[in-house]
């Protein structure tokens, strides 16, 4: 690392990172802390929560999964954690005097990434968090004196509303400051009354506040050295910090945990269109970056990097559906209730059919069969429950966007050979049949926690899922069948004549063979 300006520009530095025990979050912790161990100290926003103080709760986080390498290789890199109490919905993100003097003293990069991102969020939530908050954050950041970047992640469809999305701030969907001052009066009802006019021709309250998020850091920012990062569907690890981490069921993961699991059998999808996914480490690294250049250059203007995938290596969510039942078959999960076998449906109808046929059905049949055993339903409840998740999602799967991504390649061009090695984000370099196995595995040990000494049985209950599979499909062919020969004397002879044939044909390649073995 001893070419990496990137790593010497973080020395000696201090960082304040809000939504660090998010996914993106604790990623970016342990990379600054990996990566760029010259850092002094990374103060972390923390809400006290379930009775846990946040000394318990930065424990909680260190105690993960992500940090495993940094506990065993470098501990004491750990002591540079320093959590701040605080709220992103209270004045002053609720951060106590004494601790906004010890971050303004210190403090010169932050890193903004804390937002709900529940897709069917209640408004005034929404507007809580990625709207309240974000003008809070501003508040706080223009107390930091030695503030040299901010870096705001919003979400590359936070414009989904149209059909290209340049690197561009656009004019909001309303006035971001008339509809805080509204949600602070309005009654909730009323507001749930009045979302969906509110929000447009975007799918949710989440897209419409991030919209209005980036049009209030151009109005507040003045003089603030802003940059604004924007991942599109943000997926597992590639390779950092553990290959195919993931924390979540949120997005693909779900879908591929479903798969996996038998479970999924249909999903409304438009298989032709790009599948904007990103691995978790390209925006990651991004960021990093992205403070370096914005402290280092001082652009005279608010630059968005578009964190996108479709636009230089696309990946269709066909391609998703073969790769990902190659993957799942290569390494399936453990004890998987039916044979990975279901289809991606770009026509609604067929998908409704499919899911009472093969999600609800056996569902269903299957809790019926746990009362007369005792034991609690649970499919039925499943599946409900999946459907709500996946109806979140059914926009993005039936909608293609292109987002230009020009100005993260314009950041790689700046960078030396060992920062682009160090954090690298070029997405041309990913190879997505490689991805996916990574992502299937990702999904398979750390959402599902199956140990990998757990592969040889899975594949033997595989095995016996695939043939219990094709001999149920022989018997309701076959009692489909003897159902239409009992009515009808056509099909009688035909069944017949064919029985005929299959056991004459069945004769000959036995007498074949018998020949073979003879000669």
């Given at each position: 690392?001893?070419?990496?300006?990137?790593?010497?520009?973080?020395?000696?530095?201090?960082?304040?990172?809000?939504?660090?025990?998010?996914?993106?979050?604790?990623?970016?912790?342990?990379?600054?802390?990996?990566?760029?161990?010259?850092?002094?100290?990374?103060?972390?926003?923390?809400?006290?929560?379930?009775?846990?103080?946040?000394?318990?709760?930065?424990?909680?986080?260190?105690?993960?999964?992500?940090?495993?390498?940094?506990?065993?290789?470098?501990?004491?890199?750990?002591?540079?954690?320093?959590?701040?109490?605080?709220?992103?919905?209270?004045?002053?993100?609720?951060?106590?005097?004494?601790?906004?003097?010890?971050?303004?003293?210190?403090?010169?990069?932050?890193?903004?990434?804390?937002?709900?991102?529940?897709?069917?969020?209640?408004?005034?939530?929404?507007?809580?968090?990625?709207?309240?908050?974000?003008?809070?954050?501003?508040?706080?950041?223009?107390?930091?004196?030695?503030?040299?970047?901010?870096?705001?992640?919003?979400?590359?469809?936070?414009?989904?509303?149209?059909?290209?999305?340049?690197?561009?701030?656009?004019?909001?969907?309303?006035?971001?400051?008339?509809?805080?001052?509204?949600?602070?009066?309005?009654?909730?009802?009323?507001?749930?009354?009045?979302?969906?006019?509110?929000?447009?021709?975007?799918?949710?309250?989440?897209?419409?506040?991030?919209?209005?998020?980036?049009?209030?850091?151009?109005?507040?920012?003045?003089?603030?050295?802003?940059?604004?990062?924007?991942?599109?569907?943000?997926?597992?690890?590639?390779k950092e910090p553990i290959p195919g981490w993931v924390d979540n069921l949120n997005g693909p993961t779900g879908l591929i945990a479903g798969a996996g699991k038998g479970l999924l059998r249909t999903l409304w999808c438009h298989t032709t269109m790009v599948a904007d996914v990103i691995?978790?480490?390209?925006?990651?690294?991004?960021?990093?970056?992205?403070?370096?250049?914005?402290?280092?250059?001082?652009?005279?203007?608010?630059?968005?990097?578009?964190?996108?995938?479709?636009?230089?290596?696309?990946?269709?969510?066909?391609?998703?559906?073969?790769?990902g039942r190659v993957a799942l078959l290569k390494y399936p999960m453990s004890e998987v209730m039916w044979y990975p076998s279901g289809s991606f449906k770009s026509n609604l109808t067929l998908h409704k059919i499919d899911v009472v046929l093969y999600h609800y059905l056996p569902a269903?049949?299957?809790?019926?069969?746990?009362?007369?055993?005792?034991?609690?339903?649970?499919?039925?409840?499943?599946?409900?429950?999946?459907?709500?998740?996946?109806?979140?999602?059914?926009?993005?799967?039936?909608?293609?966007?292109?987002?230009?991504?020009?100005?993260?390649?314009?950041?790689?061009?700046?960078?030396?050979?060992?920062?682009?090695?160090?954090?690298?984000?070029?997405?041309?370099?990913?190879?997505?049949?490689?991805?996916?196995?990574?992502?299937?595995?990702?999904?398979?040990?750390?959402?599902?926690?199956?140990?990998?000494?757990?592969?040889?049985?899975?594949?033997?209950?595989?095995?016996?899922?695939?043939?219990?599979?094709?001999?149920?499909?022989?018997?309701?062919?076959?009692?489909?069948?003897?159902?239409?020969?009992?009515?009808?004397?056509?099909?009688?002879?035909?069944?017949?004549?064919?029985?005929?044939?299959?056991?004459?044909?069945?004769?000959?390649?036995?007498?074949?063979?018998?020949?073979?073995?003879?000669?």
């Amino acid at each position: 690392m001893v070419n990496s300006d990137i790593v010497g520009f973080y020395r000696d530095r201090s960082i304040f990172i809000t939504g660090a025990t998010g996914f993106m979050g604790k990623v970016l912790v342990e990379k600054l802390l990996r990566c760029c161990p010259g850092i002094k100290n990374l103060y972390l926003l923390m809400r006290p929560k379930a009775g846990n103080d946040i000394r318990t709760r930065l424990e909680e986080l260190i105690s993960t999964k992500v940090f495993d390498n940094l506990r065993r290789d470098s501990p004491e890199l750990l002591n540079k954690l320093v959590p701040i109490a605080g709220d992103m919905s209270l004045p002053s993100l609720g951060v106590s005097p004494s601790d906004i003097k010890m971050l303004s003293d210190n403090v010169s990069i932050v890193f903004h990434s804390a937002a709900t991102v529940k897709f069917d969020e209640a408004l005034k939530s929404a507007v809580e968090m990625n709207l309240k908050g974000t003008m809070r954050l501003i508040e706080l950041v223009r107390k930091m004196d030695r503030l040299e970047a901010l870096v705001h992640v919003s979400t590359a469809y936070a414009n989904c509303d149209k059909d290209e999305i340049a690197e561009m701030i656009y004019p909001p969907p309303a006035d971001p400051h008339k509809l805080m001052e509204c949600v602070d009066w309005m009654d909730e009802e009323l507001l749930k009354g009045i979302t969906k006019k509110l929000i447009g021709k975007r799918p949710n309250t989440y897209t419409y506040t991030k919209a209005l998020a980036e049009h209030l850091l151009l109005e507040e920012c003045g003089g603030i050295p802003l940059a604004i990062v924007r991942p599109t569907i943000v997926t597992a690890a590639m390779k950092e910090p553990i290959p195919g981490w993931v924390d979540n069921l949120n997005g693909p993961t779900g879908l591929i945990a479903g798969a996996g699991k038998g479970l999924l059998r249909t999903l409304w999808c438009h298989t032709t269109m790009v599948a904007d996914v990103i691995p978790v480490e390209f925006p990651i690294n991004l960021m990093i970056a992205v403070a370096w250049h914005t402290a280092t250059y001082k652009p005279n203007n608010i630059v968005v990097y578009n964190c996108a995938s479709g636009y230089h290596n696309p990946l269709t969510w066909g391609q998703i559906e073969s790769l990902g039942r190659v993957a799942l078959l290569k390494y399936p999960m453990s004890e998987v209730m039916w044979y990975p076998s279901g289809s991606f449906k770009s026509n609604l109808t067929l998908h409704k059919i499919d899911v009472v046929l093969y999600h609800y059905l056996p569902a269903y049949f299957l809790d019926f069969l746990a009362r007369l055993s005792g034991k609690p339903p649970m499919l039925v409840r499943l599946y409900d429950k999946a459907h709500r998740a996946m109806s979140c999602l059914n926009y993005f799967t039936t909608h293609e966007w292109r987002f230009i991504s020009e100005n993260p390649i314009h950041l790689l061009e700046k960078m030396s050979p060992e920062d682009r090695r160090i954090f690298y984000f070029d997405v041309r370099t990913i190879d997505w049949a490689s991805y996916l196995e990574t992502y299937a595995l990702g999904t398979r040990r750390f959402i599902l926690k199956d140990d990998p000494s757990t592969l040889p049985a899975a594949r033997r209950h595989l095995t016996r899922m695939f043939w219990i599979q094709q001999i149920s499909r022989v018997a309701v062919l076959l009692l489909f069948w003897r159902a239409v020969v009992s009515r009808s004397e056509t099909a009688r002879r035909v069944w017949n004549l064919a029985f005929t044939m299959l056991v004459s044909m069945m004769r000959r390649l036995s007498a074949g063979a018998g020949i073979g073995i003879a000669k």
